[in-house]
């Protein structure tokens, strides 16, 4: 794999040249074909790494040094989750640090507790029947298209209450943004969906519903109402997290269990 179009650090005289690996994350050698399995050889070598692409950083291939990282915040700082580093926007909860985390969070929190989604199992199951009963007599589906991107974003879209009609442009928008390899497309659909997000912020501020999205925009930290740039922050982290990585976790999750006959007669069982 050629990574010549990507510029790479020094590495800085601290770093031990044993340690120093060729990764890049966002195009993993053999990920095209298994990206999980890509991963994975990263355990193959030392439990702690660095790597001279996207600015240069480390990474922990352990689950419990990972833990350690989460859970201590002096050091291990969450300000920065972006790769390569980035000081545009913070992306709230995600980056902020305990106790300010808390409050962020506490904005949130509410409309994920037991007893509401208890409230709406009856719905979200009527939900994944129907999807699967519209290709169960074909016997097949393409698990993405035909399930994942639409089962957790249907619900997502109604937490929100925004309408059906604009989640193809949504879901385009955010694929382009993570996974667009061209630049310009990936700022074109940045462009447009802070755009989007924009005019719903402003209906939200003028008329507050009993939605996420509402909670959010005309919602209190620390004592005080949110900065514009706070409100951004949590937006965007909602609307990926709603239209991004549940949908990928499932898919992960059902390759497993293709790949895995004892766990897939577990979990009918």
Same mark, same amino acid.
């Given at each position: 794999?050629?990574?010549?179009?990507?510029?790479?650090?020094?590495?800085?005289?601290?770093?031990?040249?044993?340690?120093?690996?060729?990764?890049?994350?966002?195009?993993?050698?053999?990920?095209?074909?298994?990206?999980?399995?890509?991963?994975?050889?990263?355990?193959?070598?030392?439990?702690?790494?660095?790597?001279?692409?996207?600015?240069?950083?480390?990474?922990?291939?352990?689950?419990?040094?990972?833990?350690?990282?989460?859970?201590?915040?002096?050091?291990?700082?969450?300000?920065?989750?972006?790769?390569?580093?980035?000081?545009?926007?913070?992306?709230?909860?995600?980056?902020?640090?305990?106790?300010?985390?808390?409050?962020?969070?506490?904005?949130?929190?509410?409309?994920?507790?037991?007893?509401?989604?208890?409230?709406? !199992?009856? *719905? #979200? $199951?009527?939900?994944? @029947?129907?999807? &699967?009963?519209?290709?169960?007599?074909?016997?097949?589906?393409?698990?993405?298209?035909?399930?994942?991107?639409?089962?957790?974003?249907?619900?997502?879209?109604?937490?929100?209450?925004?309408?059906?009609?604009?989640?193809?442009?949504?879901?385009?928008?955010?694929?382009?943004?993570?996974?667009?390899?061209?630049?310009?497309?990936?700022?074109?659909?940045?462009?447009?969906?802070?755009?989007?997000?924009?005019?719903?912020?402003?209906?939200?501020?003028?008329?507050?519903?009993?939605?996420?999205?509402?909670?959010?925009?005309?919602?209190?930290?620390?004592?005080?109402?949110?900065? !514009?740039? *706070? #409100? $951004?922050?949590?937006? @965007?982290?909602? &609307?990926?997290?709603?239209?991004?990585?549940?949908?990928?976790?499932?898919?992960?999750?059902?390759?497993?269990?293709?790949?895995?006959?004892?766990?897939?007669?577990?979990?009918?069982?």
């Amino acid at each position: 794999m050629s990574h010549s179009a990507v510029p790479l650090v020094p590495v800085p005289d601290h770093v031990p040249p044993e340690l120093v690996v060729d990764w890049d994350f966002s195009k993993p050698s053999g990920g095209e074909a298994d990206i999980v399995g890509a991963w994975k050889r990263l355990h193959d070598g030392p439990d702690i790494i660095w790597t001279p692409y996207n600015g240069g950083h480390w990474i922990l291939t352990r689950a419990e040094d990972i833990e350690f990282a989460q859970r201590n915040h002096d050091p291990f700082s969450m300000r920065e989750i972006t790769l390569p580093a980035s000081t545009t926007m913070q992306i709230l909860p995600l980056s902020a640090d305990p106790p300010e985390h808390a409050d962020y969070r506490a904005l949130i929190n509410r409309f994920f507790a037991p007893k509401v989604i208890r409230d709406m !199992e009856g *719905e #979200i $199951r009527e939900l994944a @029947v129907s999807l &699967i009963e519209s290709f169960r007599e074909k016997g097949r589906c393409e698990f993405m298209a035909d399930f994942a991107m639409k089962f957790p974003i249907t619900i997502f879209m109604r937490l929100v209450n925004l309408p059906l009609t604009d989640l193809d442009d949504l879901l385009a928008w955010t694929e382009a943004s993570v996974r667009a390899n061209d630049p310009e497309r990936r700022e074109w659909s940045q462009r447009m969906l802070f755009g989007y997000l924009e005019s719903i912020i402003r209906e939200r501020q003028k008329e507050p519903g009993t939605d996420l999205i509402s909670a959010i925009v005309n919602g209190t930290v620390f004592g005080r109402p949110l900065t !514009e740039q *706070e #409100i $951004r922050g949590m937006m @965007v982290n909602v &609307i990926f997290g709603g239209l991004d990585t549940v949908a990928s976790t499932m898919g992960f999750a059902v390759l497993y269990l293709a790949r895995n006959a004892a766990h897939r007669r577990q979990l009918a069982e």
